[in-house]
Protein backbone atom coordinates (compact mmCIF):
# COMPACT_ATOMS: atom_id res chain seq x y z
CA UNK A 1 0.00 0.00 0.00
CA UNK A 2 1.05 3.44 -0.75
CA UNK A 3 0.17 6.54 0.87
CA UNK A 4 -0.87 9.40 -1.26
CA UNK A 5 1.74 12.67 -0.78
CA UNK A 6 3.41 15.60 -2.68
CA UNK A 7 4.91 13.15 -4.82
CA UNK A 8 1.68 11.56 -5.81
CA UNK A 9 -1.42 13.45 -4.40
CA UNK A 10 -4.92 12.37 -4.39
CA UNK A 11 -7.83 14.38 -3.22
CA UNK A 12 -11.52 13.47 -3.12
CA UNK A 13 -14.26 16.36 -3.41
CA UNK A 14 -17.85 16.79 -3.75
CA UNK A 15 -18.20 17.34 -7.53
CA UNK A 16 -21.28 19.40 -6.51
CA UNK A 17 -23.08 19.40 -9.81
CA UNK A 18 -25.04 16.76 -11.65
CA UNK A 19 -23.69 13.76 -13.33
CA UNK A 20 -25.12 11.86 -15.80
CA UNK A 21 -24.27 8.54 -17.45
CA UNK A 22 -25.73 6.81 -20.82
CA UNK A 23 -24.99 4.43 -22.99
CA UNK A 24 -26.53 4.36 -26.55
CA UNK A 25 -29.04 6.87 -25.27
CA UNK A 26 -30.08 4.66 -22.22
CA UNK A 27 -29.49 6.43 -18.94
CA UNK A 28 -27.24 4.26 -16.75
CA UNK A 29 -26.65 6.41 -13.85
CA UNK A 30 -27.78 9.96 -12.70
CA UNK A 31 -26.99 11.88 -9.82
CA UNK A 32 -26.30 14.76 -7.75
CA UNK A 33 -24.02 13.10 -5.36
CA UNK A 34 -20.52 12.23 -7.19
CA UNK A 35 -17.39 12.62 -5.62
CA UNK A 36 -14.31 14.21 -8.16
CA UNK A 37 -11.25 11.97 -7.11
CA UNK A 38 -8.13 13.81 -8.83
CA UNK A 39 -4.93 11.43 -8.73
CA UNK A 40 -1.62 13.20 -8.91
CA UNK A 41 -1.66 14.70 -12.79
CA UNK A 42 -4.39 12.38 -14.41
CA UNK A 43 -7.55 13.36 -15.75
CA UNK A 44 -10.45 13.68 -12.56
CA UNK A 45 -12.37 10.29 -12.39
CA UNK A 46 -16.12 10.74 -11.33
CA UNK A 47 -16.86 8.05 -8.42
CA UNK A 48 -21.42 8.20 -8.33
CA UNK A 49 -23.19 6.20 -5.64
CA UNK A 50 -24.01 2.34 -7.02
CA UNK A 51 -27.76 3.36 -5.53
CA UNK A 52 -27.69 6.50 -8.33
CA UNK A 53 -26.60 3.63 -11.01
CA UNK A 54 -29.35 1.37 -12.76
CA UNK A 55 -28.15 -1.89 -12.08
CA UNK A 56 -30.35 -3.76 -14.24
CA UNK A 57 -28.36 -2.94 -16.44
CA UNK A 58 -25.22 -3.99 -14.81
CA UNK A 59 -23.48 -7.42 -15.16
CA UNK A 60 -20.62 -8.14 -12.42
CA UNK A 61 -17.27 -9.48 -14.53
CA UNK A 62 -14.46 -11.74 -12.92
CA UNK A 63 -11.79 -8.92 -14.16
CA UNK A 64 -10.08 -7.47 -11.23
CA UNK A 65 -6.72 -4.67 -11.27
CA UNK A 66 -4.60 -3.09 -8.06
CA UNK A 67 -3.90 0.19 -7.57
CA UNK A 68 -1.02 0.56 -5.05
CA UNK A 69 -2.60 3.97 -3.57
CA UNK A 70 -6.07 2.98 -4.23
CA UNK A 71 -6.46 -1.19 -3.47
CA UNK A 72 -8.29 -3.91 -5.36
CA UNK A 73 -11.06 -2.71 -8.00
CA UNK A 74 -13.71 -5.14 -9.26
CA UNK A 75 -15.27 -4.76 -12.51
CA UNK A 76 -19.28 -4.21 -14.14
CA UNK A 77 -19.94 -4.68 -18.13
CA UNK A 78 -23.26 -2.29 -19.09
CA UNK A 79 -25.82 -4.41 -21.06
CA UNK A 80 -28.42 -2.93 -23.20
CA UNK A 81 -30.59 -3.66 -25.39
CA UNK A 82 -28.00 -3.10 -28.61
CA UNK A 83 -24.15 -4.43 -26.88
CA UNK A 84 -22.65 -5.24 -24.40
CA UNK A 85 -19.43 -2.98 -22.88
CA UNK A 86 -17.36 -5.41 -21.33
CA UNK A 87 -15.12 -4.14 -18.13
CA UNK A 88 -16.44 -0.66 -18.57
CA UNK A 89 -17.40 0.50 -14.63
CA UNK A 90 -14.82 -0.35 -12.11
CA UNK A 91 -15.60 -0.04 -8.16
CA UNK A 92 -12.98 -0.54 -4.99
CA UNK A 93 -15.12 -1.77 -2.49
CA UNK A 94 -12.81 -1.78 0.37
CA UNK A 95 -10.17 0.92 -0.37
CA UNK A 96 -7.46 2.04 1.62
CA UNK A 97 -7.90 4.65 4.07
CA UNK A 98 -6.75 7.69 1.84
CA UNK A 99 -9.45 6.89 -0.42
CA UNK A 100 -12.44 5.56 1.41
CA UNK A 101 -14.83 8.07 0.49
CA UNK A 102 -15.12 6.54 -2.89
CA UNK A 103 -16.41 3.34 -1.09
CA UNK A 104 -19.74 1.81 -2.96
CA UNK A 105 -18.93 3.87 -5.71
CA UNK A 106 -18.26 3.09 -9.10
CA UNK A 107 -16.36 4.67 -11.72
CA UNK A 108 -16.82 4.62 -16.09
CA UNK A 109 -14.62 4.61 -18.99
CA UNK A 110 -15.45 8.04 -20.19
CA UNK A 111 -14.00 7.07 -23.78
CA UNK A 112 -16.76 4.42 -24.16
CA UNK A 113 -19.92 6.29 -22.50
CA UNK A 114 -21.25 9.98 -22.65
CA UNK A 115 -20.65 11.01 -19.31
CA UNK A 116 -21.85 14.72 -19.23
CA UNK A 117 -21.55 17.22 -15.92
CA UNK A 118 -23.77 19.99 -15.93
Known sequence: MKIPGPDHP?????TGRRVTVRVDGVTVADTTDALTL???TYPPVYYLPLDDVDQT???RTEHSTYCPYKGNA???SVVTADRELTNVIWTYETP???VEPITKRV???TNQVD???S
Open 10 to 14: ITVTP
Open 96 to 98: YPA
Open 115 to 117: LTV
Open 74 to 76: SYY
Open 57 to 59: LLR
Open 107 to 109: AFY
Open 38 to 40: QES
